[in-house]
């Protein structure tokens, strides 16, 4: 027993420094959105649409990646993961073409980010926290607030001696030299399958009759797996909206070019309290009040940048923005646990997530559309209010009970 307790916090230590660099390194399109429109030529809504072919790349492997860390070694699948994620990130150093991005972007990168998202550290960190998952899933998902943070600031600076293909390449050596060897080395052989599932048995067992293996057939029949895939689906739309476009943004508004590089940085200060303070809420009141929280905050966020624009106002977005951030990325195995049971806790969560990217994938390209037709964002922060008050009501239809199918199925 003690062992499993100090391999639990090597397991933590794991997942947070994976998340670092993973979702550090996502971020970083945004940055360099506007430095590359102008060197390359092509318009936002060009460049866009790499994200969106990123976010769909994405959201198709998330699954399969579900379904395969629910069967073989995580380390193997993060670490193979990792080197597909560097591949795609150095190759951008080169990028001429546009279908270029589309491929070290839009599907290398993609597959590469899958592997080592939130949704699979989520399922790594489920499995070895028997009590506090939500605490402890959220620290292991901070990483990302903390890598856009240390990453995008990093990153700023670089951008502002070396340029952005540089910057990618070093971005994608880095990922290679860290993140590849930290889940090789920490993530121990035993940390998955059957001693993770004799570990759920028991605590089924000791807390109550919750189903270990509910049909997929009675997951994608029920109510509430569409109720949360419309939940996740508002939320990634407005979340890599903002992610890709308010550096771009900002710049337009006359923000200094290094105070707007790191207008992702400061998101991430905020995402970092979020993310800590979502785990916590999710342990004591449920995964259904964070994220109705989320929505309500974003309802006056985005009410705000539309009549408020001046230097002072966007950064105060930025902050308010970041401190919604990642509310909702440790909840989604919370809320597959919870509801469906820990034995498809991939797969599930990985439908989920995928649905959640495809709405980003949506809402980055949005952004660039918009801007193009109407010359500013105006337009689509008013639809990013609109969608928040969606969100919201969505949200409240959550019954986060354990599902039981009336009939028990083979």
């Not at 052989?189 to 570990?199: D, H, I, K, L, T």
């Not at 809320?335 to 809402?363: D, E, P, W, Y």
Request: aromatic share 10%; charged share 10%.
């Amino acid at each position: 027993m003690v062992g499993r307790f100090q391999s639990r916090w090597v397991i933590l230590v794991a997942g947070f420094v994976v998340l670092f660099f993973s979702g550090g390194s996502r971020f970083a399109f945004g940055l360099m959105l506007k430095p590359m429109s102008e060197d390359l030529g092509w318009s936002r809504s060009s460049l866009s649409l790499a994200v969106a072919s990123f976010m769909v790349v994405l959201a198709v492997a998330l699954p399969i990646f579900g379904r395969l860390v629910d069967r073989h070694d995580m380390r193997y699948i993060l670490a193979s993961a990792g080197i597909v994620a560097a591949i795609g990130l150095s190759l951008m150093g080169i990028v001429n073409a546009a279908w270029q991005i589309i491929l070290f972007y839009g599907v290398i990168y993609a597959i590469g980010n899958a592997g080592t998202s939130t949704a699979i550290i989520g399922v790594l960190i489920v499995r070895w926290f028997e009590r506090g998952r939500g605490i402890a899933t959220s620290a292991a998902v901070s990483g990302n607030a903390v890598g856009q943070l240390v990453i995008i600031a990093l990153l700023a600076s670089l951008l502002a001696i070396a340029g952005w293909r540089t910057t990618y390449v070093v971005l994608g050596i880095a990922n290679l030299v860290i993140l590849v060897p930290v889940a090789l080395i920490l993530i121990r052989p035993g940390s998955s399958n059957r001693q993770e599932v004799a570990v759920e048995q028991d605590v089924i067992e000791a807390t109550g009759p919750v189903p270990a293996a509910l049909p997929m057939r009675a997951v994608l029949g029920s109510r509430q797996f569409w109720v949360l895939l419309a939940v996740f689906f508002v939320c990634g739309l407005q979340d890599f909206f903002v992610a890709t476009h308010i550096v771009a943004f900002a710049l337009d508004q006359g923000v200094s070019p290094v105070l707007s590089g790191n207008m992702l940085a400061l998101m991430g200060v905020m995402g970092l309290v979020g993310v800590l303070l979502s785990g916590a809420m999710s342990d004591r009141f449920g995964a259904v009040f964070p994220t109705a929280l989320c929505f309500l905050l974003r309802i006056a966020i985005f009410g705000f940048i539309v009549y408020f624009q001046s230097t002072a106002a966007i950064i105060v977005f930025a902050l308010l923005y970041g401190l919604t951030f990642l509310i909702t990325a440790p909840l989604t195995v919370i809320f597959a646990g919870n509801i469906f049971g820990k034995q498809r806790l991939g797969t599930i969560s990985g439908l989920i997530t995928m649905v959640h990217h495809i709405g980003g994938g949506l809402g980055a390209f949005i952004g660039g559309v918009m801007f193009e037709t109407w010359g500013s964002y105006d337009e689509a922060f008013i639809l990013m209010f609109a969608l928040s008050a969606v969100g919201m009501a969505f949200t409240i239809l959550i019954r986060e009970r354990p599902m039981v199918p009336a009939t028990r199925l083979a």
